[in-house]
């Protein structure tokens, strides 16, 4: 006689049940593509020597295999070769499709506290200082582009609420990719958690189906329909960003190209927005040859990709030297990646933007910005600020330059 408890149709898990079940130490992500929410630590997957992520994530999967319901791999990895990762089996996965847009008229509320303390590193003017060092590096020909972004350490009056912070950035933009990872370093007494919501898909796999959205070249949205047709008309038409984006395009498809029989890569790039950004968009499309091949899992897609010219420069060594140089503050898992790949390869990995790095009461966050021949300094600099809003916002700082004046 089987058991009713067995036989009970299991419960369909809705997104938002997932994104309120979310505490720090779980894994959180979600997209168009659906909402994934892990717990609890089956194994660690951890990269050494030659060995890389994908292939330690392809071992870890395969001991998992028959012991867990649905083996996945999730987590992120830092911006720089050998920094530092945060991958787990999780003991636990559930799924739910893609957060529902919110009811309208009702407005998102701030998760941060009521007080902010903001320190700048570098200071706007030393940073518009280190764009002009960079074109002098492109015009020397040493670059073609380089990717230089500063940071905010934000350290408020009582710890930051994760949860909060999360739950409001999935309901500003449902159809982002928003994120919270678990990234205590070892030792470390408090809780670190990695949150975001990125516009940018570095890879994701279903089947042998594949798909990488490169953005680059961005205006800051205005909030006015008539200043922000004609921001998305300058950028349309500008010859500066839309070499910046061909760039990454291209860089992305010859990637990627190696791995498919088939590619399609669009003629001309497209205008996509965020609640705070315009960006230049062009979503590439493949089929791969050997789906079947542990080396063209999501993660060793993603491995392969990153950096892009999107979030590093060209030629990616010479861009990651000089942002090294030129960046006073390490940018950890900023621009890295975090997603989730499972045991047949399948999986989604974005580019870590538009994030922070939450710990008790500080918050640690980057912005951006692709510095070409052509740049102004304090343009870039504008980008940047504009960049932030997307946090601070969730986090109750409205006004990123008067945040940063009151330093």
Not at 283 to 295: N, S, V
């Amino acid at each position: 006689m089987s058991s009713p408890v067995l036989d009970r149709p299991r419960p369909a898990h809705r997104a938002a049940d997932l994104l309120a079940a979310y505490l720090p130490g779980s894994f959180y992500f979600s997209s168009p593509r659906g909402s994934l929410l892990a717990d609890g630590v089956h194994s660690f997957v951890r990269a050494a020597g030659r060995r890389s992520h994908a292939r330690a994530a392809a071992e870890a999967l395969d001991a998992a295999a028959g012991v867990l319901a649905e083996p996945v791999v999730a987590g992120a990895i830092g911006f720089r070769p050998g920094a530092a990762s945060s991958l787990v089996v999780p003991a636990v996965v559930r799924r739910a499709g893609a957060p529902e847009a919110p009811l309208p008229g009702a407005a998102p509320t701030a998760a941060g506290p009521a007080t902010w303390t903001v320190t700048p590193r570098p200071a706007p003017d030393a940073y518009a200082d280190g764009v002009r060092r960079a074109l002098e590096l492109i015009g020397g020909g040493d670059l073609d582009k380089v990717v230089l972004a500063r940071c905010l350490r934000l350290t408020a009056d009582a710890p930051v609420p994760v949860p909060a912070l999360l739950a409001g950035l999935v309901r500003a933009d449902p159809a982002t990719h928003a994120f919270a990872v678990d990234v205590t370093a070892p030792g470390d007494p408090a809780t670190r958690t990695l949150v975001g919501a990125s516009p940018e898909l570095l890879v994701a796999r279903r089947g042998d189906r594949v798909v990488a959205n490169p953005l680059a070249g961005s205006r800051p949205r205005a909030g006015d329909r008539a200043v922000d047709r004609e921001r998305v008309a300058e950028l349309t038409a500008s010859e500066k960003d839309r070499d910046e984006h061909a760039h990454v395009a291209a860089q992305v498809a010859e990637v990627l190209g190696r791995f498919c029989g088939e590619l399609h890569v669009p003629a001309e790039p497209e205008v996509v927005g965020t609640p705070t950004m315009w960006h230049l968009s062009s979503r590439i499309t493949g089929r791969l040859a050997d789906p079947a091949d542990p080396g063209s899992s999501s993660l060793a897609l993603a491995e392969a990709l990153h950096p892009t010219p999107a979030v590093c420069g060209v030629p990616t060594a010479r861009a990651r030297d000089t942002i090294a140089a030129l960046e006073p503050e390490d940018r950890g898992y900023y621009a890295g990646l975090v997603g989730w790949t499972g045991l047949g390869g399948d999986g989604e990995w974005v580019v870590t933007i538009r994030s922070a790095e939450v710990c008790d009461r500080t918050v640690r966050l980057f912005a951006g910005a692709g510095i070409v021949a052509g740049s102004d300094p304090e343009a870039e600099l504008a980008e940047t600020t504009a960049k932030f809003a997307t946090m601070l916002r969730a986090l109750g700082v409205r006004d990123a330059a008067a945040a940063e004046g009151a330093a």
